[in-house]
């Protein structure tokens, strides 16, 4: 039997009318890096919420190591590390100051110091009023106090935001180091190069509902790619009716072009109509998801 | 727990220092100049039977009704606006500027979330009254003997102490009105009208014979300001009637803050019904 750390059965929340997420059904395993995805607004920051019991359900359940996360939300949230999307910190406050308290107020880590070895390694400096932080500084206290307690399971909304490159991969180093020994990781993010690079399982959710979950290396095996082509005849509107390949968008002299297979019947007929330009667009794992899903049609996948 | 209140406590340390210091620059001016000031009080005892200082319950008959006036009578009130800010600010304004969620987080039950920041609250509106009550006792002491009264620096050092009850009761019903509300600025407003209302309420029902029925209905009718209460102290039972509104308003912080749904902004009654087509 498979042992989940984050189970929800048929989660929904709504705001009065308004829907935050709807029948949301989620397994992250133990021991696993699980990518959240999804665009604003999609009911990633109310799952997570609702993981730490913040906000309630309106119908549906979640838990946590098998314990519910309302009727256990202290048990629970003994052994989880938090990094919120929209950090607040307080301003008055010194950054050492703020881990000490805390540090206080958590259980479990054997090792109150634990925080100035992570700060440290994130060169943050401690001594510093919060006010005084730049967003990146801010981001750091927030990473620290995630990964302060060594928890089980770390939840991380959006953590290399607002950091520099190099800060970035200290993070993403700090993620992969925290699961090897033996934390679940469940991370949403926005930046496909470091989902790809930590994730085992992405999960996609749009318009509150949980489109597909997929391992990362069976979605980035679709290769998919996006090519505007510029010609010097422009090619008929059927001209790229091939398998594979959908036309996105078109102009006086370019089609911009989403190519899962048949690369080679693509460039066969641009070069019949004169191939003056050739750009490629970045597409996002969100969008490699939702090619692969046909747009969210998710079905069986989920 | 105790960690959480001694943060909350820090917190507040600077507000109680400015407050205090600031506050009780009111009874060392108005208790220290009176010596200077008494030959000048029988012309004002004309102006006192108007209606609007009745209703703002000032009198100026002597040294006592001078000093529950101008100190007891006004104390209170001002505190009360901190109990207000204090009270609304703990719980609805962490929500609003986002910094509840990391608190949220934590392995921390709610009611205790709440249980720390009333405490802190009390004991930080204790400590503005102690050191006001300490400023007033302290410059009544060194007038004492310019002036004829029955009251001691003590009996003013209590006066002012024994309004904790009453800012109390403001505090909690503020810290409720946090709790309950999605916004500390709607929370603010009701706070300050509560406050508000209830001081003049309090003073003009007790001048209105038809209205007198209703006088109960206001905190500060619970807190003798006159002189009476500086010469013989505070009834008792109206200062556990304050302290039992206080353990009520405490009550009902803690019943709607555990079934809020925290950081959005939402009300306890948008708990939000799954609707019908939706169910799995």
């Given at each position: ?302 | ?8 406590l820090?917190f507040r340390r600077n507000a109680i220092i400015g407050w205090g210091i600031g506050l009780c620059f009111l009874p060392i ?42 100190v007891t009578?006004l104390v209170p009130v001002i505190v009360a606006i901190y109990a207000v800010i204090n009270g ?32 802190a609250l009390g004991i930080a509106l204790f400590l503005i009254l102690a050191i006001v009550a300490a400023g007033g006792a ?19 050092f209590?006066?002012i102490l024994t309004a904790w009850p009453l800012v109390m009761?403001f505090g909690?019903?503020s ?106």
């Amino acid at each position: 039997m498979t042992d989940y750390v984050i189970e929800t059965h048929n989660l929904s929340v709504y705001y009065g009318k308004h829907r935050g997420i709807l029948n949301v059904n989620l397994q992250v395993e133990k021991g696993e890096v699980f990518g959240f995805l999804g665009p604003n607004g999609a009911g990633k920051t109310t799952t997570e919420r609702v993981l730490l019991d913040i906000i309630r359900p309106t119908a549906g359940e979640a838990r946590i190591f098998g314990k519910d996360c309302r009727k256990d939300g202290i048990a629970v949230r003994d052994r989880v590390g938090y990094l919120p999307g929209e950090l607040s910190l307080y301003d008055n406050m010194r950054a050492r100051q703020f881990f000490q308290m805390y540090y206080s107020l958590q259980k479990g880590n054997s090792d109150p110091t634990y925080w100035k070895k992570l700060a440290e390694r994130l060169d943050l400096d401690t001594g510093r009023r919060m006010r005084e932080y730049s967003r990146g500084n801010k981001q750091k206290v927030g990473i620290v106090a995630a990964f302060m307690n060594k928890p089980d399971l770390l939840i991380l909304d959006e953590p290399t935001g607002g950091l520099d490159p190099l800060v970035q991969q200290t993070v993403m180093e700090m993620v992969r180091e925290a699961n090897k020994a033996g934390a679940t990781v469940f991370f949403s993010s926005h930046i496909l190069p470091e989902v790809q690079a930590v994730c085992d399982r992405v999960g996609i959710i749009r318009d509150g509902q949980l489109v597909a979950t997929e391992r990362v290396e069976d979605l980035v095996a679709q290769q998919l790619k996006r090519l505007r082509l510029t010609f010097a005849e422009m090619p008929s509107a059927d001209a790229f009716a091939i398998d594979g390949v959908t036309e996105i968008e078109r102009d006086d002299q370019s089609v911009l072009l989403e190519i899962r297979d048949n690369l080679n019947a693509v460039m066969a007929t641009g070069v019949n109509h004169t191939i003056i330009n050739i750009e490629t667009e970045t597409v996002t794992l969100e969008e490699i998801f939702l090619a692969y899903y046909g747009k969210g049609n998710g079905g069986n996948h989920v | 727990m105790f960690n959480l209140l001694l943060r909350e406590l820090r917190f507040r340390r600077n507000a109680i220092i400015g407050w205090g210091i600031g506050l009780c620059f009111l009874p060392i001016i108005y208790v220290g100049i009176y010596p200077e000031f008494a030959d000048q009080m029988a012309g004002f005892e004309d102006l006192m039977d108007l209606a609007i200082y009745q209703a703002m319950g000032i009198s100026m008959g002597g040294f006592e009704e001078y000093v529950a006036s101008t100190v007891t009578n006004l104390v209170p009130v001002i505190v009360a606006i901190y109990a207000v800010i204090n009270g609304t600010g703990t719980l609805a304004g962490e929500e609003d500027n986002g910094r509840l969620e990391l608190i949220a987080a934590l392995p921390i039950p709610r009611w205790q979330i709440v249980a720390v920041k009333a405490i802190a609250l009390g004991i930080a509106l204790f400590l503005i009254l102690a050191i006001v009550a300490a400023g007033g006792a302290l410059t009544m002491s060194a007038i004492l003997d310019q002036v004829e009264t029955t009251v001691s620096a003590w009996d003013l050092f209590l006066s002012i102490l024994t309004a904790w009850p009453l800012v109390m009761a403001f505090g909690m019903i503020s810290l409720f009105l946090g709790a309950f509300s999605a916004s500390r600025r709607a929370a603010a407003t009701i706070a300050t009208a509560v406050v508000l209302i209830s001081y003049i309420g309090s003073n003009l029902t007790g001048m209105i014979t038809s209205l007198e029925s209703i006088q109960g209905l206001f905190p500060f009718y619970y807190y003798d300001a006159t002189a009476s209460g500086l010469i013989d102290g505070q009834d008792p039972v109206n200062t556990a009637v304050l302290l039992a509104v206080s353990l009520f308003a405490f009550l009902l912080a803690i019943f709607f803050f555990q079934r809020r749904n925290l950081t959005v902004g939402a009300w306890p009654w948008q708990r939000g019904k799954l609707p019908a087509d939706a169910k799995a």
